[in-house]
């Protein structure tokens, strides 16, 4: 298990950073709807990725509308939908799409079955499903039943568990491969991935993380492939305050020193 005291200061050159966003940048809230990144937070998100060339990225079971409101007014690379969806630094696309008639099928049953569970919610993302039951969760092992049956009965499809929800997503997508995707493409190349994260679905992406020499951190209890824990949202929001000001303080030294660099040439 993780060290909740090893958690390393934020590395001040060549790293690439990626953030979940619910139970990471965001406390957990009853509905998804009612989830905010503070502006502060946001505001570091900024300033770290200024001192990086853009290497800052959200990393998401969200859509990258969504993603893209909470972040707003900035704009940063992001993968949505576990990675089906992604945007890279330039504004590229690169989407995962199900089969038109899959989908319809898919939600039509899920609908179907969710009238007979008052309290869960279905949210529907185009190539993913999500099964909510935070305002239910008496109906926790109903739910996982119902998206394993789906699952069974499309083999393109895969089943992914988090903190009271179960996405139904296509296969082969994980935050693992949006992070290794991002990794292979500037401004993210040939620097050390950082990535934090809460939840089942983020493991994917320490392990890609810790695959490729990184730095992965988990935030909150629980067994992990992470190799450093933050304890809740709230330090997150401090560590990422305190890299965010390590890096400007960094940037004023760095320029102060080619200042009186150059005064003593002349």
């Not at 993603?67 to 007014?73: I, Q």
């Not at 499309?154 to 994980?174: H, R, S």
Request: one cysteine or more; hydrophobic letters at 40%.
């Amino acid at each position: 298990m993780a060290d909740l005291l090893s958690v390393p200061p934020a590395p001040t050159e060549n790293v690439a950073f990626f953030f979940d966003l619910d139970g990471t940048l965001a406390g957990i809230k009853p509905h998804p709807d009612h989830v905010a990144i503070p502006e502060p937070v946001r505001d570091a998100l900024f300033r770290l990725s200024q001192r990086h060339a853009g290497a800052v990225a959200l990393i998401s079971g969200r859509s990258m509308a969504e993603l893209d409101r909470l972040a707003s007014p900035y704009r940063f690379p992001l993968a949505g939908v576990h990675g089906a969806e992604r945007r890279d630094i330039n504004g590229k696309t690169h989407i995962v799409s199900l089969a038109q008639e899959t989908a319809l099928r898919v939600g039509q049953q899920l609908s179907m079955a969710l009238e007979t569970l008052p309290g869960c919610e279905l949210e529907t993302k185009g190539m993913a499903f999500a099964l909510h039951y935070r305002q239910a969760p008496q109906y926790e092992s109903a739910i996982v039943a119902l998206a394993q049956e789906i699952v069974s009965h499309f083999p393109e499809l895969a089943l992914q568990p988090g903190k009271c929800v179960v996405e139904i997503k296509p296969k082969g997508i994980d935050k693992g491969a949006a992070i290794t995707a991002f990794m292979q493409e500037a401004p993210f190349l040939g620097k050390r991935p950082f990535f934090i994260g809460d939840d089942l679905t983020d493991e994917a992406g320490f392990a890609a993380v810790n695959k490729l020499g990184g730095i992965s951190i988990k935030v909150g209890a629980g067994d992990t492939q992470a190799k450093s824990r933050l304890p809740d949202v709230a330090a997150v929001h401090q560590w990422l305050q305190n890299a965010a000001d390590n890096q400007e303080q960094n940037a004023q030294t760095d320029r102060r020193d080619g200042y009186e660099s150059l005064s003593r040439s002349i």
